[in-house]
């Protein structure tokens, strides 16, 4: 029973389209994530939503854009791929938002997006 | 605002040789700290955590880490290496707004 689904697992596209990576968490925690990891295998955040609200935006081109239908899931659309779009794309979630108690991320197996 | 350093992009050990992985924090408050693994093609699985209480946490798999204030560090460490083990290590603070700031990783090799 996996706990962070993300689908799909791999996609390649071409450059100028439009693509949606989903995900949908089963433990009932309240904040959810996006992280991008790039070629040198560096993860950096780049959303946080915590009750369907956004709470972080990284600086990400607004190509970019979230969409949390519900506190289970959180979706990531990406407009006009470019060649720099290529990354791993982890969505994560964790109970409750912020660093209270050490709060500790749980995160998918990853969307590995390739533009060509 | 925090931040992590991991020394050593890569770490190369025998099968059943110690494994030490460094990292250091920075961070203007009292830091909550995790060690995370990535297996090739795979997701970030949590290893170990610290956040209060005792120095020396024990995680997933044999490895443990101990959190030094004094020399800001929270080094991974396994007594004896699998081949197993081979992956991605990524070290990482909690932010204040409850996101992870990674360091760049340590790559494991383990050879035989």
């Known amino acids: 029973d996996t706990a962070v689904s993300q689908t799909p697992k791999y996609l390649v596209t071409q450059m100028g389209n439009d693509k949606s990576i989903k995900c949908e968490q089963n433990?009932?925690?309240?904040?959810m994530y996006w992280y991008k990891q790039d070629s040198k295998k560096f993860l950096k955040i780049m959303f946080s939503y915590n009750n369907k609200e956004l709470i972080i935006n990284e600086t990400v081109p607004n190509r970019f854009s979230p969409k949390s239908p519900d506190k289970a899931h959180l979706n990531l659309h990406i407009n006009s791929l470019e060649l720099g779009d290529s990354a791993v794309y982890f969505c994560a979630s964790s109970p409750v938002r912020g660093a209270g108690s050490g709060n500790t991320i749980y995160f998918g197996e990853g969307s590995w997006l390739t533009v060509v | 605002a925090q931040s992590v350093t991991q020394l050593g992009s890569h770490v190369s050990v025998s099968e059943g040789a110690l494994v030490l992985l460094r990292c250091n924090y920075s961070s203007s408050v009292p830091p909550y700290l995790f060690w995370y693994v990535q297996y090739p093609n795979q997701g970030l699985q949590l290893l170990l955590k610290y956040t209060t209480g005792a120095t020396l946490v024990k995680g997933i798999n044999g490895f443990e880490a101990e959190f030094k204030k004094s020399e800001t560090s929270f080094h991974l460490t396994k007594p004896s290496a699998h081949m197993s083990d081979a992956a991605e290590y990524f070290c990482?603070?909690?932010?204040?707004?409850?996101?992870?700031?990674f360091g760049k990783g340590t790559k494991l090799s383990v050879k035989p």
């Open positions: 433990l009932g925690h309240d904040t």
């Open positions: 990482a603070v909690l932010g204040s707004q409850g996101n992870l700031i």
